[in-house]
T-cell receptor, first 112, second 114 residues
Framework: GENVEQHPSTLSVQEGDSAVIKCTYS??????FPWYKQELGKRPQLIID?????GEKKDQRIAVTLNKTAKHFSLHITETQPEDSAVYFC???????????FGDGTTLTVKP | EAGVTQFPSHSVIEKGQTVTLRCDPI?????LYWYRRVMGKEIKFLLH????????ESGMPNNRFLAERTGGTYSTLKVQPAELEDSGVYFC????????????FGPGTRLTVL
């Protein structure tokens, strides 16, 4: 089955700096890659996703890149703010299968 | 629209007892998923319903876990008898379409087995 590895497990940055979280996946059939943000005590929420037919997607301060050949994808957050502090999960899924396979999560702390 | 809701938010039970978790998906979402996060590890897939049918239950750990979705609306996940390793946060998620579609998560049920 699919295996997703996520690094780093914890990340601490200064406000205004950039943060990068990296994930690799094993199943070349995976074609949908969502990223979820879980703030303390709240539910995971989708922040950005990318499908395998594109290599990069950007939404304001958040961007995701996908390298299908290397089977890895990354989340980039620029100009980080304290409210970006949360646990971030990457996931991979095969379009017609439905279920998502998640990484272990990255705890991001943005210091003011 | 109302989000995915789960009940209870917390449950503390003793080993050997039974617990039933409930999930109410977003109205109109045929796809309902159960996930579990144990000890700060990954959010692990348990099973997937399409309406009232089990599409994929490959993630169910063993036969102590029973999920139902009668009528294709809300779903229940029963653990009987509970073991210590069942402790964790159980998430429910729903989506309108299967596959390339956002899954909306519920707030989770934190289960502690003593």
């Amino acid at each position: 089955g699919e295996n997703v590895e996520q690094h780093p497990s914890t990340l601490s940055v200064q406000e205004g700096d950039s943060a990068v979280i990296k994930c690799t996946y094993s199943d070349s059939a995976s074609n949908y890659f969502p990223w979820y943000k879980q703030e303390l005590g709240k539910r995971p929420q989708l922040i950005i996703d990318i499908r395998s037919n594109v290599g990069e997607k950007k939404d304001q301060r958040i961007a995701v890149t996908l390298n299908k050949t290397a089977k890895h994808f990354s989340l980039h957050i620029t100009e980080t703010q304290p409210e970006d502090s949360a646990v971030y999960f990457c996931a991979a899924s095969i379009g017609n299968a439905g279920k998502s396979t998640f990484g272990d999560g990255t705890t991001l702390t943005v210091k003011p | 629209e109302a989000g995915v809701t789960q009940f209870p938010s917390h449950s503390v039970i003793e080993k050997g007892q039974t617990v039933t978790l409930r999930c109410d998906p977003i109205s109109g979402h045929d796809n309902l998923y159960w996930y579990r996060r144990v000890m700060g590890k990954e959010i692990k897939f348990l099973l997937h319903f399409v309406k009232e049918s089990k599409q994929d239950e490959s993630g169910m750990p063993n036969n102590r876990f029973l999920a139902e979705r009668t009528g294709g609306t809300y779903s229940t996940l029963k653990v009987q008898p509970a073991e210590l390793e069942d402790s964790g946060v159980y998430f429910c998620a729903s989506s309108r379409r299967q596959g390339l579609d956002e899954q909306f998560f519920g707030p989770g049920t934190r289960l502690t087995v003593l």
